[in-house]
Protein backbone atom coordinates (compact mmCIF):
# COMPACT_ATOMS: atom_id res chain seq x y z
CA UNK A 1 0.00 0.00 0.00
CA UNK A 2 0.66 3.45 -0.78
CA UNK A 3 1.34 6.22 2.05
CA UNK A 4 -0.64 8.37 0.44
CA UNK A 5 -4.46 7.24 -0.08
CA UNK A 6 -6.39 10.10 -1.55
CA UNK A 7 -5.00 11.03 -4.94
CA UNK A 8 -6.09 14.35 -7.35
CA UNK A 9 -3.76 14.08 -10.30
CA UNK A 10 -3.81 12.17 -13.57
CA UNK A 11 0.42 11.92 -12.34
CA UNK A 12 0.12 10.25 -8.92
CA UNK A 13 -2.94 8.15 -10.57
CA UNK A 14 -0.77 6.86 -13.23
CA UNK A 15 2.01 6.17 -10.96
CA UNK A 16 -0.01 4.24 -8.47
CA UNK A 17 -1.21 2.28 -11.58
CA UNK A 18 2.32 1.44 -12.13
CA UNK A 19 3.80 0.76 -9.18
CA UNK A 20 0.78 -2.13 -8.57
CA UNK A 21 1.21 -3.80 -12.09
CA UNK A 22 5.08 -3.36 -11.04
CA UNK A 23 4.30 -5.46 -7.82
CA UNK A 24 2.29 -7.67 -9.33
CA UNK A 25 5.13 -8.53 -11.82
CA UNK A 26 7.38 -9.28 -9.36
CA UNK A 27 4.98 -11.27 -7.30
CA UNK A 28 5.16 -13.58 -10.47
CA UNK A 29 8.91 -13.64 -10.88
CA UNK A 30 8.90 -11.62 -14.21
CA UNK A 31 11.55 -9.06 -12.57
CA UNK A 32 12.97 -7.12 -15.31
CA UNK A 33 9.28 -5.97 -16.23
CA UNK A 34 8.72 -5.52 -12.23
CA UNK A 35 11.85 -3.16 -12.72
CA UNK A 36 11.08 -1.21 -15.81
CA UNK A 37 7.35 -0.29 -14.05
CA UNK A 38 8.73 0.34 -10.63
CA UNK A 39 10.95 3.00 -12.50
CA UNK A 40 8.49 4.61 -14.20
CA UNK A 41 6.77 4.57 -10.88
CA UNK A 42 9.42 6.13 -9.65
CA UNK A 43 10.17 8.94 -11.65
CA UNK A 44 6.24 10.45 -11.33
CA UNK A 45 6.30 10.63 -7.96
CA UNK A 46 9.36 12.17 -7.98
CA UNK A 47 7.83 14.64 -10.41
CA UNK A 48 5.12 15.16 -8.47
CA UNK A 49 6.12 14.78 -4.56
CA UNK A 50 9.99 15.45 -4.58
CA UNK A 51 12.31 13.00 -3.96
CA UNK A 52 11.65 12.16 0.12
CA UNK A 53 8.03 11.48 -0.58
CA UNK A 54 6.82 8.07 1.50
CA UNK A 55 5.61 6.66 -1.97
CA UNK A 56 9.39 7.07 -3.54
CA UNK A 57 10.37 5.09 -0.15
CA UNK A 58 7.62 2.37 -0.58
CA UNK A 59 8.82 2.03 -4.64
CA UNK A 60 12.68 2.02 -3.70
CA UNK A 61 11.99 -1.00 -1.27
CA UNK A 62 10.18 -3.10 -4.49
CA UNK A 63 13.28 -1.95 -6.46
CA UNK A 64 15.87 -3.12 -3.51
CA UNK A 65 13.03 -6.03 -3.72
CA UNK A 66 13.63 -6.76 -7.39
CA UNK A 67 17.94 -6.27 -7.23
CA UNK A 68 17.67 -8.61 -4.57
CA UNK A 69 16.24 -11.38 -6.39
CA UNK A 70 18.00 -10.89 -9.79
CA UNK A 71 21.40 -10.96 -7.32
CA UNK A 72 22.30 -7.05 -7.08
CA UNK A 73 23.09 -6.75 -3.72
CA UNK A 74 24.99 -3.62 -3.82
CA UNK A 75 22.20 -1.71 -5.28
CA UNK A 76 19.35 -3.33 -2.94
CA UNK A 77 21.39 -1.85 -0.07
CA UNK A 78 21.30 1.42 -1.72
CA UNK A 79 17.82 1.54 -2.53
CA UNK A 80 16.78 0.31 0.85
CA UNK A 81 18.63 2.38 2.42
CA UNK A 82 17.39 5.49 0.82
CA UNK A 83 13.86 4.34 1.64
CA UNK A 84 14.97 4.07 5.50
CA UNK A 85 16.26 8.02 5.11
CA UNK A 86 12.99 8.75 3.61
CA UNK A 87 10.58 7.35 6.31
CA UNK A 88 12.73 8.24 9.24
CA UNK A 89 11.50 11.47 9.43
CA UNK A 90 7.64 10.51 8.83
CA UNK A 91 7.28 7.92 11.48
CA UNK A 92 4.45 9.55 13.13
CA UNK A 93 2.33 8.74 10.28
CA UNK A 94 1.27 4.81 11.10
CA UNK A 95 1.66 3.63 7.13
CA UNK A 96 5.43 5.48 6.94
CA UNK A 97 6.24 3.97 10.14
CA UNK A 98 5.26 0.19 8.54
CA UNK A 99 7.30 1.08 5.57
CA UNK A 100 9.60 2.38 7.55
CA UNK A 101 9.97 -1.34 9.30
CA UNK A 102 10.02 -2.75 6.06
CA UNK A 103 12.99 -0.52 4.40
CA UNK A 104 14.83 -1.38 7.38
CA UNK A 105 14.63 -4.83 7.68
CA UNK A 106 15.69 -5.18 3.68
CA UNK A 107 18.39 -3.12 4.32
CA UNK A 108 19.33 -5.52 6.90
CA UNK A 109 18.51 -8.54 4.25
CA UNK A 110 20.98 -6.55 1.55
CA UNK A 111 23.82 -6.05 4.29
CA UNK A 112 23.65 -9.62 4.73
CA UNK A 113 24.03 -10.78 1.46
CA UNK A 114 27.15 -8.47 1.32
CA UNK A 115 28.63 -10.30 3.92
CA UNK A 116 28.17 -7.17 6.36
CA UNK A 117 26.68 -9.17 9.22
CA UNK A 118 27.71 -7.23 11.89
CA UNK A 119 26.62 -4.00 10.49
CA UNK A 120 23.12 -5.99 9.22
CA UNK A 121 22.87 -6.48 13.21
CA UNK A 122 22.81 -3.45 14.06
CA UNK A 123 20.59 -1.85 11.58
CA UNK A 124 18.03 -4.23 12.35
CA UNK A 125 18.21 -3.74 15.82
CA UNK A 126 17.69 -0.21 15.41
CA UNK A 127 14.55 -0.76 13.67
CA UNK A 128 13.12 -2.98 15.95
CA UNK A 129 13.37 -0.64 18.72
CA UNK A 130 11.48 1.84 16.96
CA UNK A 131 8.79 -0.75 15.12
CA UNK A 132 8.20 -2.47 18.40
CA UNK A 133 7.29 1.70 19.48
CA UNK A 134 5.30 2.57 16.64
CA UNK A 135 3.87 -0.37 15.40
CA UNK A 136 3.24 -2.43 18.92
CA UNK A 137 5.04 -5.59 19.33
CA UNK A 138 3.66 -8.06 18.31
CA UNK A 139 3.24 -6.91 14.88
CA UNK A 140 3.83 -9.39 11.95
CA UNK A 141 6.68 -6.26 10.44
CA UNK A 142 8.25 -6.43 13.93
CA UNK A 143 8.75 -10.54 13.42
CA UNK A 144 10.46 -9.63 10.26
CA UNK A 145 13.12 -7.58 11.82
CA UNK A 146 13.31 -10.45 14.64
CA UNK A 147 13.78 -13.08 11.96
CA UNK A 148 16.87 -10.92 10.31
CA UNK A 149 18.48 -9.82 13.51
CA UNK A 150 18.45 -14.09 13.37
CA UNK A 151 19.97 -14.41 9.94
CA UNK A 152 22.31 -11.77 11.00
CA UNK A 153 23.13 -13.90 14.30
CA UNK A 154 23.24 -17.37 12.25
CA UNK A 155 26.20 -16.00 10.17
CA UNK A 156 28.33 -14.63 13.25
CA UNK A 157 27.95 -17.67 15.05
CA UNK A 158 25.72 -15.62 17.64
CA UNK A 159 23.79 -18.94 17.84
CA UNK A 160 21.72 -18.70 21.03
CA UNK A 161 20.21 -15.00 19.97
CA UNK A 162 19.28 -16.05 16.51
CA UNK A 163 17.37 -19.03 18.32
CA UNK A 164 15.79 -16.20 20.22
CA UNK A 165 14.53 -14.31 17.90
CA UNK A 166 14.09 -16.83 15.31
CA UNK A 167 11.01 -18.33 18.26
CA UNK A 168 10.00 -14.63 19.01
CA UNK A 169 9.20 -14.11 15.26
CA UNK A 170 7.86 -17.66 15.16
CA UNK A 171 5.59 -16.74 18.20
CA UNK A 172 4.26 -13.64 16.50
CA UNK A 173 3.41 -14.96 13.42
CA UNK A 174 1.70 -17.97 14.56
CA UNK A 175 -0.60 -15.50 16.67
CA UNK A 176 -1.17 -13.35 14.07
CA UNK A 177 -1.49 -15.13 10.58
CA UNK A 178 -2.51 -19.04 12.25
CA UNK A 179 -0.33 -22.00 11.77
CA UNK A 180 -0.45 -22.38 8.12
CA UNK A 181 0.57 -19.27 6.43
CA UNK A 182 3.05 -19.39 4.06
CA UNK A 183 5.47 -16.73 6.35
CA UNK A 184 5.74 -19.35 8.99
CA UNK A 185 7.58 -21.38 6.56
CA UNK A 186 10.40 -18.28 6.27
CA UNK A 187 11.09 -18.83 10.21
CA UNK A 188 11.04 -23.10 10.09
CA UNK A 189 13.44 -22.59 7.06
CA UNK A 190 16.16 -20.46 9.23
CA UNK A 191 15.37 -22.25 12.29
CA UNK A 192 16.85 -25.51 10.16
CA UNK A 193 19.64 -23.49 8.84
CA UNK A 194 20.46 -22.30 12.46
CA UNK A 195 20.41 -25.58 13.60
CA UNK A 196 22.93 -26.98 10.12
CA UNK A 197 25.44 -24.29 11.05
CA UNK A 198 25.41 -25.65 14.53
CA UNK A 199 26.21 -29.08 13.06
CA UNK A 200 22.18 -30.20 14.45
CA UNK A 201 21.61 -31.96 11.44
CA UNK A 202 18.96 -34.53 12.63
CA UNK A 203 16.97 -31.15 14.62
CA UNK A 204 17.46 -29.00 11.15
CA UNK A 205 15.53 -32.19 9.52
CA UNK A 206 12.39 -31.31 11.57
CA UNK A 207 12.60 -27.25 10.97
CA UNK A 208 13.65 -27.67 7.11
CA UNK A 209 10.66 -30.48 6.05
CA UNK A 210 7.98 -28.37 8.27
CA UNK A 211 8.88 -25.56 5.99
CA UNK A 212 8.22 -27.32 2.60
CA UNK A 213 5.11 -29.09 3.71
CA UNK A 214 3.91 -24.91 5.25
CA UNK A 215 5.11 -23.81 2.25
CA UNK A 216 4.30 -26.16 -0.78
CA UNK A 217 0.66 -26.34 0.90
CA UNK A 218 0.61 -22.61 1.07
CA UNK A 219 2.10 -21.93 -2.36
CA UNK A 220 2.18 -25.12 -4.80
CA UNK A 221 5.22 -27.21 -5.32
CA UNK A 222 7.14 -24.59 -8.30
CA UNK A 223 7.06 -21.38 -6.24
CA UNK A 224 10.19 -20.05 -5.87
CA UNK A 225 10.12 -19.94 -1.97
CA UNK A 226 9.52 -23.56 -2.07
CA UNK A 227 12.31 -24.82 -4.35
CA UNK A 228 14.70 -22.83 -1.83
CA UNK A 229 12.96 -24.67 1.25
CA UNK A 230 14.02 -27.54 -0.69
CA UNK A 231 17.45 -26.64 -0.83
CA UNK A 232 17.79 -26.40 2.48
CA UNK A 233 16.19 -29.51 3.05
CA UNK A 234 18.60 -31.27 1.38
CA UNK A 235 21.59 -29.56 2.23
CA UNK A 236 20.34 -30.83 6.15
CA UNK A 237 19.96 -34.33 4.50
CA UNK A 238 23.78 -33.58 3.30
CA UNK A 239 24.85 -33.34 6.88
CA UNK A 240 23.10 -36.88 7.42
CA UNK A 241 25.11 -38.27 4.91
CA UNK A 242 22.24 -38.89 3.15
CA UNK A 243 22.98 -37.67 -0.43
CA UNK A 244 20.44 -40.69 -2.13
CA UNK A 245 17.66 -38.00 -0.74
CA UNK A 246 19.23 -34.94 -1.32
CA UNK A 247 20.74 -35.38 -5.25
CA UNK A 248 17.16 -35.26 -6.78
CA UNK A 249 16.61 -32.12 -5.02
CA UNK A 250 19.79 -30.59 -6.20
CA UNK A 251 19.17 -31.51 -9.47
CA UNK A 252 15.12 -29.70 -9.78
CA UNK A 253 16.60 -26.75 -8.15
CA UNK A 254 19.18 -26.42 -10.83
CA UNK A 255 16.70 -27.01 -13.59
CA UNK A 256 14.84 -24.68 -11.99
CA UNK A 257 16.76 -21.75 -11.45
CA UNK A 258 18.51 -21.79 -14.88
CA UNK A 259 14.83 -21.53 -16.60
CA UNK A 260 13.82 -18.80 -14.22
CA UNK A 261 17.45 -16.62 -13.77
CA UNK A 262 19.23 -17.94 -16.95
CA UNK A 263 22.65 -19.35 -16.56
CA UNK A 264 24.04 -17.48 -13.82
CA UNK A 265 22.52 -16.73 -10.43
CA UNK A 266 23.09 -17.02 -6.69
CA UNK A 267 20.97 -19.90 -6.42
CA UNK A 268 22.87 -22.00 -9.40
CA UNK A 269 26.43 -21.29 -7.68
CA UNK A 270 24.90 -22.86 -4.55
CA UNK A 271 23.21 -25.99 -6.33
CA UNK A 272 26.52 -26.36 -8.27
CA UNK A 273 28.49 -26.37 -4.98
CA UNK A 274 26.34 -28.84 -3.50
CA UNK A 275 26.27 -30.93 -5.77
CA UNK A 276 29.77 -30.99 -6.25
CA UNK A 277 30.13 -32.23 -2.93
CA UNK A 278 27.76 -34.85 -3.14
CA UNK A 279 29.84 -36.16 -6.42
CA UNK A 280 33.05 -35.76 -3.89
CA UNK A 281 31.35 -37.78 -1.14
CA UNK A 282 30.93 -40.53 -3.95
CA UNK A 283 34.32 -40.48 -5.34
CA UNK A 284 33.87 -38.86 -8.45
CA UNK A 285 36.42 -36.26 -7.68
CA UNK A 286 36.96 -34.89 -11.69
CA UNK A 287 33.53 -34.19 -11.93
CA UNK A 288 33.18 -32.53 -8.27
CA UNK A 289 36.37 -30.31 -9.08
CA UNK A 290 34.75 -28.98 -12.11
CA UNK A 291 31.81 -28.52 -10.05
CA UNK A 292 33.45 -26.76 -7.34
CA UNK A 293 35.41 -24.46 -9.97
CA UNK A 294 32.52 -23.45 -11.88
CA UNK A 295 30.32 -22.62 -8.40
CA UNK A 296 33.47 -20.79 -7.22
CA UNK A 297 34.08 -18.37 -10.11
CA UNK A 298 30.54 -17.51 -10.42
CA UNK A 299 30.11 -16.74 -6.40
CA UNK A 300 33.27 -14.69 -7.02
CA UNK A 301 31.56 -12.61 -9.89
CA UNK A 302 28.53 -12.28 -7.68
CA UNK A 303 29.64 -11.67 -3.94
CA UNK A 304 33.10 -10.36 -4.24
CA UNK A 305 36.19 -12.07 -3.26
CA UNK A 306 35.36 -11.29 0.91
CA UNK A 307 31.33 -13.20 0.98
CA UNK A 308 31.64 -16.17 3.09
CA UNK A 309 29.95 -18.20 1.02
CA UNK A 310 33.37 -17.66 -1.72
CA UNK A 311 35.30 -19.43 1.73
CA UNK A 312 32.80 -22.07 1.43
CA UNK A 313 33.56 -23.28 -1.41
CA UNK A 314 36.86 -22.37 -1.44
CA UNK A 315 37.17 -24.72 1.85
CA UNK A 316 35.36 -27.45 -0.34
CA UNK A 317 38.23 -26.92 -2.86
CA UNK A 318 40.79 -27.03 -0.40
CA UNK A 319 39.73 -30.88 0.91
CA UNK A 320 39.34 -31.71 -2.61
CA UNK A 321 42.86 -30.36 -3.67
CA UNK A 322 44.64 -32.52 -0.43
CA UNK A 323 42.30 -36.04 -1.45
CA UNK A 324 43.62 -35.68 -4.94
CA UNK A 325 47.20 -35.14 -3.81
CA UNK A 326 47.42 -31.73 -4.87
CA UNK A 327 48.65 -30.31 -1.66
CA UNK A 328 49.66 -26.62 -2.65
CA UNK A 329 46.37 -25.46 -4.23
CA UNK A 330 44.96 -27.20 -1.16
CA UNK A 331 46.84 -25.01 1.22
CA UNK A 332 46.38 -21.86 -1.47
CA UNK A 333 42.61 -22.32 -1.15
CA UNK A 334 42.36 -22.79 2.86
CA UNK A 335 44.67 -20.15 3.81
CA UNK A 336 42.24 -17.33 1.42
CA UNK A 337 39.34 -19.98 2.88
CA UNK A 338 40.53 -18.95 6.82
CA UNK A 339 41.23 -15.36 5.84
CA UNK A 340 37.53 -14.92 5.23
CA UNK A 341 35.94 -16.20 7.81
CA UNK A 342 37.68 -14.77 9.82
CA UNK A 343 37.30 -11.56 8.67
CA UNK A 344 33.68 -12.06 7.95
CA UNK A 345 32.33 -14.55 10.37
CA UNK A 346 34.62 -13.97 13.60
CA UNK A 347 37.32 -16.58 15.02
CA UNK A 348 34.85 -18.57 16.87
CA UNK A 349 32.42 -18.96 13.90
CA UNK A 350 32.16 -23.30 13.19
CA UNK A 351 33.64 -21.90 9.45
CA UNK A 352 36.25 -20.30 10.96
CA UNK A 353 37.59 -23.37 13.27
CA UNK A 354 36.77 -26.06 10.61
CA UNK A 355 39.30 -23.82 7.95
CA UNK A 356 41.99 -23.30 10.80
CA UNK A 357 41.95 -26.89 11.43
CA UNK A 358 41.96 -27.92 7.80
CA UNK A 359 44.84 -25.34 7.90
CA UNK A 360 46.70 -26.54 10.53
CA UNK A 361 46.98 -30.26 9.21
CA UNK A 362 47.69 -29.41 6.12
CA UNK A 363 50.93 -27.40 7.75
CA UNK A 364 51.57 -30.48 9.79
CA UNK A 365 52.15 -33.11 7.00
CA UNK A 366 54.60 -30.83 4.91
Known amino acids: MLATTHRHTVLETTACELFEQAGNSFQRGECHRSRVLATRALRLFEAESGSNHPDVANVRNLLGQIATELGDNATAREQHARAVRITRRWQSHPDVARIFAQAVCQLANAEINLGHFDQARATALGGLKIARRTLGRDDPDVASLHNVIGIAGKYSARFAEARRHYLRALTILEQQLGGGHADLASIYHNL ?108 RRLLGDQHPDVGLTLHNVAVLADDRGNRRAAEAAITEALRIFQSACGAAHPHTLDAHRLHEQLHATR
Open 192 to 299: GGLEHAAGNFAVGESFARTAVVIRRAALGPNHPHVIADECALAGVLDGLGRFEESLPIYRRALRYWRRRHGAEHYEIAVNLNNLAAIHHARGRLALAERLYQRALKMK
